[in-house]
Antibody, heavy 122, light 106 residues
């Protein structure tokens, strides 16, 4: 079955960096675009970034543009989020999400990981 | 950036009642999805492309709308339906979510 397992979260000081990983299994990772979505404690969902299946295109939410970088390693079935210049408002659970679009079709599934918590605090 | 406004913020209903959730976009969108989230869990896709049910979504969940106004209707609430629901547009960048509607037990 499809599994997405995030890792790399933790407590980090403002201004520092952190890299999140998402290990994918149970599907052909290199065929799917991948996303990051985050949720601050007690708050709603915020879309963070997306990367095309082959890494050729990337898009970011306004609040992270220029600070975060999404990337992937299809040989390792792994998605990454490099987070630089972290701020208190980046504190959130970060979810890895598989895009539902593949080969011109929309699949009726959109698997999410269970999330990894990032806390930005002095 | 497209802003999605959901209403109401909270809906207090009893099991068996009909729930009607609204999502209004600041400009016309073509691809709209709805998510359900229960406490401590990751969100789950319920409806995609306005009216298509995701895998495992019961028929009592009905998505509708077009342009800037969209609705998620739950025809008869079951106990497992009490949760927070978010809408999201997918057609342009950045994708954005609405702020959520909480459906709580009255």
């Amino acid at each position: 079955q499809v599994q997405l397992v995030e890792s790399g979260g933790g407590v980090v000081q403002p201004g520092r960096s952190l890299r999140l990983s998402c290990a994918a299994s149970g599907f052909s990772f290199s065929r799917f675009g991948m996303q990051w979505v985050r949720q601050a404690p007690g708050k709603g969902l915020e879309w963070v970034a997306i990367i095309w299946y082959d890494g050729s295109e990337k898009y970011y939410g306004d609040s992270v543009k220029g600070r975060f970088t999404i990337s992937r390693d299809n040989s390792r079935n792994t998605l990454y989020l490099q987070m630089n210049s972290l701020r208190a408002e980046d504190t959130a659970v970060y979810y890895c999400v598989r895009e539902p679009y593949v080969a011109g079709q929309t699949l009726p599934d959109e698997p999410w990981g269970q999330g990894t918590l990032v806390t930005v605090s002095p | 950036e497209i802003v999605l406004t959901q209403s109401p913020a909270t809906l207090s209903l009893s099991p068996g009642e009909r729930a009607t959730l609204s999502c209004r976009a600041s400009q016309s969108v073509e691809y709209l999805a709805w998510y359900q989230q229960t406490p401590g869990q990751a969100p789950r896709l319920v409806i995609y492309d306005v009216f298509n049910r995701a895998t495992g979504t019961p028929a009592r969940f009905i998505g509708s709308g077009s342009g800037t106004d969209f609705t998620l209707t739950i025809s008869s609430l079951e106990p497992e339906d009490f949760a927070v629901y978010y809408c999201q547009h997918r057609g342009t960048w950045p994708r954005t979510f609405g702020q959520g509607t909480r459906v709580e037990i009255k």
